[in-house]
């Protein structure tokens, strides 16, 4: 148990546009989520906090119109990046809590490399 | 403010060289300490949660281990799929949020 996945797992888009990444417990049902960004050689930087039902808890620096945040349901969050540029470029990784019986413990998805042209 | 440091930042082993990792922390009301391991291009994967002082758990050749101010994890006879980044991230209080400390990027050799 405690799967957790991502869609897609890579995107390349134009300067200026929106791109949308889902985050999904498969097999558990998360009221929590979290989004986190990766550059190379770097750790994950927490983006911000995903509730179901409920506003997004951005990290400061973290500009909430540009990384947009729904948790709509207990098993999908998604992000949208909007009007992406080439500085957005990332690996964004998601993660969901309490997979597993593990109330305590984030589950993380493969991953969506992002690449802003 | 919370502090994570983990070291050595980069760690190369010969297979079978058994040896640990270390992960500094200073968080006011540790609630947990969780170990994850990262292969490139890919998201973390859970290894392990520690609660207390004193408290080990293992899992095939790693070992946690956690003190009131550190967290060992132990490596007993790598082998070459061990490689990988080794990630720690205590938390404090009623918090859910991870603050990762940098990693250990571990190399084992054949």
């Known amino acids: 148990g405690a799967v957790v996945s991502q869609h897609p797992s890579w995107v390349i888009c134009k300067s200026g546009t929106s791109v949308k990444i889902e985050c999904r417990s498969l097999?558990?049902?998360?009221?929590?989520m979290f989004w986190y960004r990766q550059f190379p050689k770097q750790s994950l930087m927490l983006m911000a906090t995903s509730n179901e039902g409920s506003k997004a808890t951005y990290e400061q620096g973290v500009e909430k119109d540009k990384f947009l945040i729904n948790h709509a349901s207990l098993t999908l969050s998604t992000l949208t990046v909007t009007s992406a540029h080439p500085e957005d470029s990332s690996f964004y990784i998601c993660s969901a809590l309490g997979g597993g019986g593990h109330t305590d413990t984030q589950y993380f998805g493969p991953g969506t490399r992002l690449t802003v042209l | 403010e919370d502090q994570v440091t983990q070291s050595p930042e980069a760690l190369r082993l010969q297979e079978g060289e058994s040896s640990s990792l270390n992960c500094s922390y200073t968080v006011s009301g540790l609630r947990g300490l969780f170990w994850y391991r990262q292969d490139p291009g890919k998201g973390p994967e859970f290894l392990f949660t520690l609660y207390s002082a004193g408290e080990e758990k293992e899992k095939e050749r790693l070992k946690a281990t956690l003190t009131k101010k550190e967290s060992f994890l132990h490596i007993t006879a790598p082998k070459p799929e061990d490689s990988a980044t080794y990630l720690c991230?205590?938390?404090?209080?009623?918090?859910?949020?991870?603050?990762f400390g940098s990693g250990t990027q571990l190399t084992v050799l054949p």
């Open positions: 991230a205590p938390v404090a209080g009623s918090a859910r949020q991870l603050t």
């Open positions: 097999d558990f049902q998360a009221t929590t």
